[in-house]
Structure formats: structure tokens, C-alpha cells
T-cell receptor, first 112, second 112 residues
Framework: DQQVKQNSPSLSVQEGRISILNCDYTNSMFDYFLWYKKYPAEGPTFLISISSIKDKNEDGRFTVFLNKSAKHLSLHIVPSQPGDSAVYFCAASDYNDYKLSFGAGTTVTVRA | DTAVSQTPKYLVTQMGNDKSIKCEQN?????MYWYKQDSKKFLKIMFSYNNKELIINETVPNRFSPKSPDKAHLNLHINSLELGDSAVYFCASSQGDRYEQYFGPGTRLTVT
């Protein structure tokens, strides 16, 4: 009963182009969403987040979009750089819970 | 200057043994977590402590017992290890109800 789904296990993009990662959720109680980045043999590191009262949040090259009606969010990375090659996890939580529910991750490979 | 550290990084042991994984954070956070990343790469919450008090206890076999001697430490003890316990275990911390959690590098447990 995965409540957060990342249906694309992998994404390959050319350096300098846009990377778009997608995430869907099923729990309508979720009101806070995060993206984490993970390199091999390391723990996930927080990248960017968005509250359900917003539909967009931007931080440098990273922008997260939230469509509440569709229960969908996406992460845009522009421009993509070789150092962005990693696994990206989408996560969600509801206000009353410290718990994060994670998706399965999307492996991004940025080609030179 | 590691923010969240775990020891050991790798742990290989036989079925039936008892083992512990230690976690320490130097961020001054008051909430700590244990996650399990299984073979399908899903990150699933196991436990969470806030100010040494257990606040999240997911459906985890009672062979797993967390122990928090103080706010900066959350250890995980596992009794009677089974093959299915093989996974990567991540410790994380956060401040209060902030959803941005900081993860340790993970402990890869292999049960043979």
C-alpha cells in the first residue's frame, strides 16, 4: 500500500537540459512534500520541499510543482549537471505525523 | 563534523545472532528516526523518538528494539536475526515537527 509512487525508476538526460521527475500520492491527508537526493553509499540529503498551500517552490536550479487536485508533484532541475546524477526520492507527510512516506526513487543519469 | 553518524557501516552476521546499530547526531535535534531500506529500495519508517520518548512505532517485529539514552543517540537492537532483516538501515534526525530530516550514511546489514 505505497502511498507515494514514483513510476519512473530511471531518467537519462543530457547535461544542460531539463530533468523532470514525477511523483504521485494517494493519501489526501498529506500536506507537506519533500524531495531527497541520494548518492551511492550515502544517506538521503534534503533537497527541496513544498507545503500544500503553495503550488510552486523554487531554490536555485530546483523547482517543485504541486498539483493537489491531481495528487501529483514534480521536480524540475534546470540546467542538469553531472553532479545531479543520483537517486531522487519523493516523500510526503501529514500535519499530525512526524512520519515521512517515501517513494521508491528515480535514478537520474546526466550525460555529458 | 558528521551531522548524523552510524556505526557500524557494514554488519555481516549469522541467523539467530543479536546485534546493535548505533546512531548519534550532533545537530541538537530533539527527534530521531530509524528507517529500513529493503531490496526494493523503499525507505520505510520503523521508529521515532522525540526527547527520548517513543512517538512512532510502525509494524515492526518485536525483535527490533530502539533505545534512546539521550536526545543525541538512538540505537537499534535486533534479536534473533533472520535472513529477511538484511537491508540498509538509516538513522535520521529533525528538530521538532520540522519535516526536513537529516540522514546518516546507513548501515548495511547482511544476515547469512
Amino acid at each position: 500500500d505505497q502511498q507515494v509512487k514514483q513510476n519512473s525508476p530511471s531518467l537519462s538526460v543530457q547535461e544542460g537540459r531539463i530533468s523532470i521527475l514525477n511523483c504521485d500520492y494517494t493519501n489526501s491527508m498529506f500536506d507537506y512534500f519533500l524531495w531527497y537526493k541520494k548518492y551511492p553509499a550515502e544517506g538521503p540529503t534534503f533537497l527541496i520541499s513544498i507545503s500544500s498551500i503553495k503550488d510552486k517552490n523554487e531554490d536555485g536550479r530546483f523547482t517543485v510543482f504541486l498539483n493537489k487536485s491531481a495528487k501529483h508533484l514534480s521536480l524540475h532541475i534546470v540546467p542538469s549537471q553531472p553532479g545531479d546524477s543520483a537517486v531522487y526520492f519523493c516523500a510526503a507527510s501529514d500535519y499530525n505525523d512526524y512520519k515521512l512516506s517515501f517513494g521508491a526513487g528515480t535514478t537520474v543519469t546526466v550525460r555529458a | 563534523d558528521t551531522a548524523v553518524s552510524q556505526t557500524p557501516k557494514y554488519l555481516v552476521t549469522q541467523m539467530g545472532n543479536d546485534k546493535s546499530i548505533k546512531c548519534e547526531q550532533n545537530l541538537g535535534h530533539d527527534t530521531m528516526y530509524w528507517y529500513k531500506q529493503d531490496s526494493k529500495k523503499f525507505l520505510k519508517i520503523m521508529f521515532s523518538y522525540n526527547n527520548k520518548e517513543l512517538i512512532i512505532n510502525e509494524t515492526v517485529p518485536n525483535r527490533f528494539s530502539p533505545k534512546s539514552p539521550d536526545k543525541a543517540h538512538l540505537n537499534l537492537h535486533i534479536n534473533s536475526l533472520e535472513l529477511g532483516d538484511s537491508a540498509v538501515y538509516f538513522c535520521a534526525s529533525s528538530q521538532g515537527d520540522r519535516y526536513e530530516q537529516y540522514f546518516g550514511p546507513g548501515t548495511r546489514l547482511t544476515v547469512t
